[in-house]
């Protein structure tokens, strides 16, 4: 274990009882973690291996891939051509990437950046047979060209006319760094690497590559029936595409927090544009209250900022707790750990105020049966009527269940709830275990048992 930590806080050793027994607990291989908080490294450490093959153990400067959290820089790319005056969020999107379909027409690029573009992912698109005009279906093992990507994209049908709702989509993460690339002439990770990796002291941070020799590179994995496994291998151009494409150590990390607390590349009010939650057309945020490559979320009545991002091998967790100045990274080498809620638990460890919610005992049982069987409802896209108000209604009807269901990842339908939370007048609050994340929902009844309001967001 690699630590870099204020004298006498007694944080490296809770940090290292718990880590131990998670990593046991979920057989992790190797973690990374960096907390920081108002500015100042707390804590960099790393447990396990980075290499399970050849013994290596995981430091403070092993390098992992960001899956996406690499969103967030990303969008930190396009806005330091903001803050250059090169490029504005509301442009549209084919002033940039002009050979882009009609139907991108209305498309801005801050649409691109919150997930309101209408896109979703390159799954929703077909190539034609044959294949023409350099068109080629999305294959993991085959390499694309950036034109080759572009033409893919074009593909893809609009869930919803842009900026009327919200659809997690790489695609448009993808399209938002061949902006970058076509305004600023170079690739959107080697701007990030001259203008903000190198000023801000992350020094290790770069664009994820197969070939390249990579100092500390951490190996990843997958289980296959309970068995460790080496991660399969995917094309080098998908390897770093600007939906996640990045690697970067619990180090890096650290000194993004600092940047993000006490910015010295970004102006201040870059930096609050970053997580400011963006509004759908009708004046709504998004279900998850997604920013600019952040969500926005809750706990304990304290507002969270997050990314979670997963790669084959490879886990990430990106989290911040603005009221209490306080950040934390986990970065793993296997694609099933649990890295926001581990996450939530360091955060708890540093600050009891943003504990994570633990399930309590649930007086309430038949409350508890109408509330599974309304999200078993939702999930199979038969919500009733009649258990909502009117403005609640309204409200969710308008594309928010099909929201629930796209950004749970997982068949909620068989999936228990676990009360976290009761405040006596009305309002619960679950936890549900989907996987890789777990599905906190907040449930307001009236006196007559109809639904006045939810909430509803993944860590």
């Not at 870099?4 to 990593?23: R, S």
């Not at 707390?42 to 959290?69: C, K, Q, R």
């Not at 006319?161 to 399209?175: D, K, Q, V, W």
């Not at 649930?362 to 508890?368: G, S």
């Amino acid at each position: 274990m690699d630590i870099l930590e204020k004298p006498a806080t007694g944080l490296a050793a809770a940090l290292a009882h718990h880590l131990k027994q998670e990593m046991e607990r979920s057989k992790i291989p190797g973690l990374g973690v960096a907390v920081v908080r108002d500015g100042e490294i707390l804590h960099l450490g790393g447990y396990g291996l980075a290499d399970v093959e050849h013994n290596v153990p995981a430091t403070s400067d092993s390098i992992f891939h960001s899956g996406s959290t690499g969103k967030m820089f990303a969008a930190a790319a396009v806005l330091l051509l903001v803050q250059q005056g090169r490029l504005d969020l509301d442009d549209p999107v084919r002033r940039y990437l002009n050979e882009g379909p009609e139907s991108w027409a209305a498309m801005t690029v801050r649409q691109l950046l919150t997930m309101m573009s209408g896109l979703g992912n390159f799954g929703d698109a077909f190539a034609p047979a044959p294949i023409e005009n350099d068109v080629v279906p999305l294959n993991l093992w085959q390499d694309h060209s950036d034109a080759q990507l572009l033409a893919l994209a074009s593909l893809s049908p609009l869930a919803f006319a842009p900026g009327e709702s919200y659809r997690y989509s790489n695609t448009s993460y993808i399209l938002a760094s061949l902006i970058v690339a076509r305004v600023s002439g170079k690739p959107y990770y080697t701007l990030l690497r001259e203008q903000l990796f190198g000023p801000a002291g992350m020094a290790s941070a770069r664009d994820a590559s197969w070939s390249d020799i990579v100092p500390n590179r951490a190996q990843g994995y997958s289980r296959d029936n309970g068995e460790l496994r080496n991660r399969c291998w995917t094309a080098p151009t998908l390897l770093r595409t600007g939906d996640g494409g990045l690697f970067f150590s619990p180090r890096d990390i650290a000194h993004w927090f600092i940047e993000l607390d006490r910015p010295q590349v970004f102006h201040p009010d870059i930096v609050e544009q970053m997580f400011e939650p963006a509004l759908m057309r009708d004046g709504r945020p998004a279900i998850n209250g997604y920013a600019l490559g952040w969500q926005n979320s809750e706990v304990r009545g304290h507002r969270k900022i997050r990314h979670g991002g997963t790669w084959y091998g490879f886990r990430a967790e990106l989290a911040r707790f603005p009221a209490q100045k306080l950040s934390i990274a986990v970065l793993a080498n296997i694609d099933d750990a649990q890295v926001a809620r581990i996450a939530a638990e360091i955060a708890g460890i540093v600050d009891p105020s943003v504990a994570p919610y633990e399930p309590i005992a649930d007086n309430a049982l038949e409350r508890r049966k109408a509330d599974a069987d309304l999200i078993r409802a939702i999930a199979a896209r038969a919500a009733p009527r009649d258990a909502f108000t009117d403005e609640a209604w309204q409200l969710w009807s308008n594309r928010w269940f099909e929201q629930v269901i796209v950004e749970s990842e997982s068949d909620l339908s068989p999936v228990p709830l676990e009360l976290i939370d009761d405040n006596g007048n009305g309002r619960r609050r679950y936890r549900l275990p989907t996987g890789r994340y777990h599905m906190h929902w907040t449930v307001d009844r009236q006196s007559d048992g109809r639904v006045s309001a939810m909430r509803f967001h993944m860590e």
